[in-house]
């Protein structure tokens, strides 16, 4: 009943149909029927009527109000749109399993952005995938690939995996080793879901060795911490590695195991301004630029 409700308000501002029917930029008849049509909903009177003079009656006069009220609450929620949809105000939600490939681009985005609030929360690949599928975020980077239906995804880096141990470590005086060295390496592994432990243990088994021991721990950030105060060493993708003075990176030899990093969205929400502001401050790296969809095809 809005277009109803909203004739109405304009006769009596107006003061007349006509002048209702010019500031609407509808014609005299829809006006009428349309205050006609509450009238007969209802079952009630909103003008008293004598020849071409119309009164409002106390309904009426008790009605202009809320109609009032409902016309400010859809110019506020006009205004709030149209500032969300040309990037004045609004939020964006990002997941990612570390901070490494998508900090730059945060800070790009907060630059030319500075009133859209920005959230980011830090997890394992398959938990923020999930939280993508469930709409808790708008983004998400990981390195899985997931092919569901309904995504799409651009990669933004490829790296290879290389060992990353502390700069005392006696390891830390060569460059390569091969793969069977990591059998002496008390190795930080991630929990289950994560790809770095997937393809951790793929270069294990193809090298047919088992570490001298393993501790799991459930971040990245933490992994680097216990590398940092002589735990142990760990496998990370070269653009997450060189990033302390006290730590090294090593490359192994004859291991052609490399990791793509990707940025996901819901193909459904791919036209969303803040999403694709967020795309466009991606500058990528390695082979990035793909963007590929299993709907690509």
Known sequence: ?????????????????????????????????????????????????????????????????????????????????RNVGGLFEGHLRLGATGPYYIMDAVGRFSNAHPA????????????????????????AVSSQLNDADGLERRV???????????????????????????ADVRLLIREEGSVTRRCTEEILAKAGVAPTSTAEIGSREAIREAILHGVGGSL???????????????TLSGVDTTIDEYIYYLKARRHSPAIDAFLACIVPGGSAGEVASRHDA
């Open 236 to 250: 990370f993708p070269r653009g997450e590695a060189e990033r302390h003075p006290d730590l090294h990176a090593i």
């Open 156 to 182: 933004i880096s490829t790296d290879p995996l290389v060992l990353v141990v502390h700069r005392s470590h006696p390891l830390a005086r060569v460059d390569a080793i091969d793969a069977a060295r990591l």
């Open 116 to 139: 859209i609030a920005l959230t980011c929360r830090i997890g394992n690949s398959e938990d923020i995938l999930n939280a993508l599928h469930e709409f808790r975020i708008d983004l």
């Open 1 to 81: 009943m809005f277009d109803q409700l909203k004739a109405f308000h304009a006769t009596v501002r107006q003061g007349s149909i006509t002048r209702a029917a010019r500031h609407l930029g509808v014609s005299q008849p829809t006006i009428a029927a349309q205050i006609r049509q509450i009238e007969q909903l209802y079952g009630v009177e909103l003008f008293y009527r004598s020849g071409r003079r119309l009164a409002v009656t106390e309904t009426g006069v008790a009605l202009l109000p809320l109609v009032e009220k409902m016309i400010d609450l859809e110019a506020q929620a006009d205004i709030m749109l």
